[in-house]
């Protein structure tokens, strides 16, 4: 089992800047990605980015050129710098762990933290 903690999470004008953090209790296996997805209300969970089992990084279009994802393996840290941001950047932003498959298909087994807000006003 593993418990997901994120952080980072407040209330910004747009244009702004926040990083995120979402710290794992325990060693993530090689063979799992790191993900961060986020959900605005009423709308669906949506993916934002993700570092495969291979070290490799995908942005969903929404977030491309405004945010960076990065990841602190000795630590089990995920971190998501998310600058130039929008109102529809308003949501809860979960960290979620397992295997690849996740990050295309949310609902897929895994483990998922307890979600931090941001808040983007006009």
């Known amino acids: 089992q593993v418990s997901l903690v994120e952080s980072g999470g407040g209330s910004v004008q747009a244009g702004g800047s926040l990083r995120l953090s979402c710290v794992a209790s325990?060693?993530?296996?090689?063979?799992?990605?790191m993900a961060w997805f986020r959900q605005a209300p009423g709308k669906k969970r949506e993916g934002v980015a993700v570092v495969r089992s291979d070290g490799r990084i995908s942005y969903e279009d929404p977030v491309k050129g405004r945010f960076t994802v990065s990841k602190e393996n000795g630590k089990n840290i995920l971190y998501l710098q998310m600058n130039n941001l929008k109102p529809e950047d308003t949501a809860v932003y979960y960290c979620?762990?397992?295997?690849?498959?996740?990050?295309?298909?949310?609902?897929?087994?895994?483990?998922w933290g307890e979600g931090t807000q941001v808040t983007v006003s006009s």
């Open positions: 325990e060693h993530t296996y090689s063979g799992y990605c």
């Open positions: 979620a762990v397992g295997p690849d498959r996740l990050w295309d298909y949310p609902r897929s087994p895994g483990f």
